[in-house]
Structures are given as structure tokens and as C-alpha cells.
């Protein structure tokens, strides 16, 4: 309500006082603050079971059927979860993987996993064929006069399954020699790191150059070595580093070779039409594109850093 304040009986309103409301009851705010606290409390209720590790299901029974099934070939998961039962602790005589161990809760699992997946892209750049293809993609989109065309994530995913495909092969020896019989319980955890580090140390040795094994080996005073598997890996390491990088930035200097010289004829052209304030850049960055694309530069790219490994 407001009141109307006349200077006059009969004389206009000068302004509107407004009337302060009555206060509301007590009994109401008590009774919202209780409705939240109400609503609060059902929803802990209702979200902390799913923060609750849940317990492992039972197995479940199967049926034997008359017809024999063919046996899986045991796999990466299977060498993984002994891999893990392995590391636990003693327990009851029916523990999985038949070692007498109970498994590892699930925190400890995730993070022993976890941890090896820190050691992942040390061994992608550093022993793989990787760092070579990086590189001469990122020379290459230099070359070409592009900034960030392709992305950066489109350059590292396409060296990743262009060094799947390099490793393949290497890869399958891995898996036959060490990965399967792990699995199937045939060898043990140093066995296995021997027999995988096998495929892998010949990669390595078969490309890498003998003056920087000779250069690494005598500053670390080793050998002389009577095979290549004696090369043992401190020296074998940063010896193919370096030799996969001078031979991507070999690969990057044939490459520029091409795109330098549309650069000198875009600046010659420009210089001699007077346009001095002119960027050859921009000029020659389209002629850079067509040349590049009628040549079908991207299957020659990677049918060359393919055929690189090929020994």
C-alpha cells in the first residue's frame, strides 16, 4: 500500500511514499532453509554410491557345448593382467592367473598403469622411426612457406601411422617372440623384456651409422664389439637419435631445393617490374601449392620416408 500525500484536499499529488512491508515470519525462512538442507543431503545419497568401487561380479556359468571351440591366441591384454597378478600380494589358493597371488585393487592397477604410460613417448620419439618423420613434415610445411597449415596434430597423428606402418614388422616379431608366450605363461618377465628388445635393437642398429657408434662407443669406452647384438643400448640409443636426425635434416635440405628456387624467380620477376615493396612470399607461396599438388608431392612424401627404413 502507498499513501498519497495532497498539499491540498482538492490539490494535485506530489509524490508516493511507499508503505515498508510487514516483515515476513520467521517460520518461513526455517522452513526454506530446511527444504535446501533437505534437498542436499538426497543428493549426496544419491551420487556417493557411484563413487564406491564396485565389487567384482561373480562369473557367470556357461554351458559346455558338444563342438570343441578353437583357443584364442593370447594377446597384450592377457600378458597385462599377469603382468598384474604377478605384482600382488599372497592370497587365497584360488587367485587368478594360477600364481597363488591376489590380484591388485583397481587404484594401484590404474596407477602402475598410468605410470608406464609416462614411459610411452620417450620410447615412440627415441626408438622408433618416429623423430625422423616429424621432422621432415615439419621442414616440408616450412618449405612450402605455411605457418600452421597442416596443424600441428594432423603433422604428429600422420607420423604416428606412417611409423606404425614402418614398425609393423618389427612389431609382429615382438609380439611372436615375447608378447604370446608371456601371455600363455611359457617364459617369464625378464625373458620376455629380452626376447622383445631383440626385434627392436636391430631396427635400431640397422639404422644407424657406424661413425656414430664408433663416436659414442669411444667416448664411453666400449667395446670393440664382436657382433651387432653386443651393442649394448647406452650406446646404440643416442647413437640412432643422432643419426635419425642428420638424415631427416638431409631428406628437409633435398626438399627446399625445389621451393627455394620458385622463391628466386618470384623475387627476380618482382625486382625487375620495379615492385620492390612486394613479399616474394606471398607470390610464390601459390606456385609453391600447384607445384607441390601436380606432383602429387603428399604420396611421393610419404612413399620416400616410407621406403627410408627399407634396408
Known amino acids: 500500500m502507498t499513501t498519497i500525500r495532497r498539499l491540498r484536499e482538492d490539490g494535485p499529488s506530489l509524490f508516493r511514499a511507499p508503505v515498508p512491508a510487514a516483515p515476513r515470519p520467521k517460520n ?21 554410491p557411484s563413487f564406491a568401487q564396485s565389487a567384482p561380479a561373480a562369473p557367470a556359468t556357461t554351458t559346455v557345448s558338444s563342438a570343441p571351440a578353437a583357443a584364442a591366441k593370447p594377446g597384450i591384454g592377457d600378458a597385462v593382467d599377469r603382468a598384474l597378478g604377478q605384482l600382488g600380494g599372497p592370497g587365497a589358493a584360488a587367485a587368478t592367473n594360477g600364481a597363488g597371488k591376489a590380484p591388485l585393487s583397481l587404484s ?12 610411452l613417448p620417450g620410447i615412440l620419439l627415441m626408438m622408433t622411426s618416429f623423430t625422423r618423420i ?4 615439419s621442414i616440408l610445411r616450412q618449405a612450402l612457406g ?7 596434430q594432423v603433422l604428429i597423428g600422420l607420423s604416428l601411422f606412417l611409423s606404425l ?15 604370446q608366450p608371456y601371455s600363455a605363461g611359457q617364459i617369464g618377465g625378464t625373458e620376455m623384456i629380452q626376447r622383445a628388445g631383440q626385434p627392436l635393437h636391430a631396427f635400431m642398429v640397422k639404422q644407424t651409422r657406424m661413425k656414430d657408434l664408433k663416436m659414442f662407443a669411444d667416448m664411453a669406452h666400449s667395446g670393440p664389439y664382436k657382433t651387432s647384438t653386443d651393442i649394448p643400448y647406452s650406446v646404440l640409443l643416442p647413437a640412432f637419435v643422432t643419426s635419425e636426425l642428420k638424415t631427416a635434416f638431409q631428406i628437409g635440405f633435398l626438399i627446399f631445393l625445389p621451393f627455394i628456387v620458385i622463391d628466386l624467380v618470384v623475387a627476380t620477376v618482382l625486382m625487375s617490374l620495379g615492385m620492390m615493396m612486394m613479399s616474394p612470399t606471398i ?3 601459390p606456385f609453391k601449392l600447384l607445384l607441390f599438388v601436380l606432383v602429387d608431392g603428399w604420396a611421393m612424401m610419404m612413399g620416400s620416408l616410407a621406403s627410408s627404413f627399407a634396408t
Open 28 to 48: 518461513v525462512q526455517l522452513m526454506k532453509l530446511a527444504l535446501i538442507l533437505l534437498a542436499f543431503v538426497a543428493l549426496l545419497s544419491i551420487a556417493m
Open 108 to 119: 594401484l592397477q590404474v596407477l602402475i598403469i598410468m605410470g608406464l604410460l609416462t614411459i
Open 134 to 137: 616429424i621432422i621432415v613434415l
Open 146 to 152: 605455411l605457418q600452421q597449415t597442416p596443424p600441428n
Open 165 to 179: 606402418f614402418v614398425m609393423a614388422p618389427t612389431i609382429n616379431q615382438m609380439n611372436t617372440q615375447a608378447i
Open 283 to 285: 607470390i610464390s607461396m
